[in-house]
């Protein structure tokens, strides 16, 4: 049975069969987003993780640095204008692929940090890997844009 489910998991990351025109962008209308509870956006065979981060949330993101595998994010992946501490376009909005670099499963929230469900995997709310016992990059942060209000977010693969 264990076999199975990592043979099911495996074919599922590896193989997408979707035709590539889905995959080019994607738009998600936002719900009111409750400052500091991410929100997993599902759409296709795509999720994302939304966070509204409040002033505390984004002051502790920039010194909470020593505990980080990360901290500048050299050797993860983000669009140029993400590659502050916050990584992030608007510094009160977090947006990431809702994906773990440990074991490539999904998000979940926990005590003010995102895990990864079947790892060790913990992020802060700016998606950057804590430390332990193995070595992972920074949550992926897609090229994305928010409408003028905040009630849409547009991504591009």
Do not use: W
């Not at 043979?7 to 500091?36: G, M, N, T």
């Not at 984004?58 to 990360?70: G, K, P």
């Not at 700016?126 to 897609?142: H, M, V, Y």
């Amino acid at each position: 049975m264990l076999a199975a489910a990592l043979l099911y998991v495996s074919l599922d990351f590896f193989v997408d069969i979707k035709p590539s025109s889905i995959h080019s962008s994607y738009q998600f209308r936002l719900p009111a987003l409750v400052v500091d509870e991410p929100i997993i956006l599902r759409q296709d065979n795509l999720a994302v993780v939304v966070i509204r981060r409040s002033p505390e949330t984004i002051e502790r993101l920039h010194r909470n640095l020593a505990e980080l595998q990360d901290p500048e994010s050299k050797r993860s992946r983000q669009p140029d204008y993400a590659s502050d501490l916050l990584r992030a376009g608007d510094s009160e909005y977090f947006v990431a692929l809702a994906i773990g670099t440990d074991l490539g499963c999904g998000l979940v929230a926990e005590a003010g940090l995102l895990r990864e469900i079947c790892g060790d995997a913990r992020y802060d709310f700016a998606g950057r890997a804590l430390g332990g016992q193995r070595e992972f990059r920074n949550l992926t942060i897609p090229d994305y844009n928010f409408s003028d209000n905040f009630s849409s977010l547009n991504l591009q693969f």
